[in-house]
């Protein structure tokens, strides 16, 4: 199975702030990385798939990069409703695997 | 407009059974592969299984192999997941996911565009 791994598992930001996410794959998963923002009592939302693609109707603020096995969520600007937690899903083979996620936080 | 909606989810003894449904509208259930993922109490999201759009492919997480059966009843619109020999550690809100555009809809290894609320499943005697 393949494992993700994210880091940092938490991080504290200000509205404004730039925030970097990164998930390393146990081997290489092309670009089949997909990232998803999670808040309490809510679904899940998919915001980018295939490492670098917007989902439609995502902020353009939110950016992903990376190919192989090292891959990057960047914010480019924090904002309220951008708090929350962050999970990689690798797409390359079954079973499907998510990073442990990274919980952003307000400063 | 896509919508997906969980139900089934309850309170249940260890050893016990229990069957999730979701129930899809908005597309065309049968051209999408779909997907179940858990989050137990103060975890992170957990994938579980996967079936590909005509019910012919399906996947399972190692956790689960043997005790859960992913189906879909595609002239309905509705995914299942029947849960058996539950476990504490199966306690969780159970999500079902549509599968993206990107790549073959029906292949169930790929990523999830829209997703339900979730229904709890407590698995405690």
């Known amino acids: 199975d393949i494992q993700m791994t994210q880091s940092p598992s938490s991080l504290s930001a200000s509205v404004g702030d730039r925030v970097t996410i990164t998930c390393r794959a146990s ?16 679904a899940p939302k ?8 917007l989902q439609s109707g995502v902020p353009s603020r939110f950016s992903g990069s990376g190919s192989g096995t090292d891959f990057t969520l960047t914010v480019s600007s924090v904002q309220p409703e951008d708090f929350a937690t962050y999970y990689c899903q690798q797409s390359y083979s079954a079973p499907l695997t998510f990073g ?3 919980k952003v936080e307000i400063k | 407009e896509v919508q997906l909606l969980e139900s089934g989810g309850d309170l249940v003894q260890p050893g ?11 597309f065309t259930f049968s051209g999408y592969a779909m997907t179940w993922v858990r989050q137990a109490p103060g975890k ?3 994938w579980v299984s996967g079936i590909g759009g005509s019910g012919d492919i399906t996947y399972y997480a ?11 009843d595609n002239s309905k619109n509705t995914l299942f997941l029947q849960m058996n020999s539950l476990r504490g550690e199966d306690t969780a809100v159970y999500y ?4 993206g555009s990107r790549g073959t809809n029906t292949n169930p290894v790929g990523y999830f565009d829209r997703w339900g609320q979730g229904t709890p499943v407590t698995v405690s005697s």
């Open chain 2, 16 to 26: 016990g059974s229990l069957r999730l449904s979701c129930a899809a509208s908005g």
């Open chain 1, 100 to 102: 442990g996620g990274t």
């Open chain 1, 27 to 42: 081997q290489s998963i092309s670009d089949s990385l997909n990232w998803y923002q999670h808040k309490p009592g809510k």
């Open chain 2, 44 to 46: 992170g999201l957990e």
């Open chain 2, 62 to 72: 190692d956790s689960v192999k043997g005790r859960f059966t992913i189906s879909r």
């Open chain 2, 96 to 99: 079902c996911a549509k599968r």
């Open chain 1, 46 to 53: 998919l915001l980018i798939y295939v490492a670098s693609n």
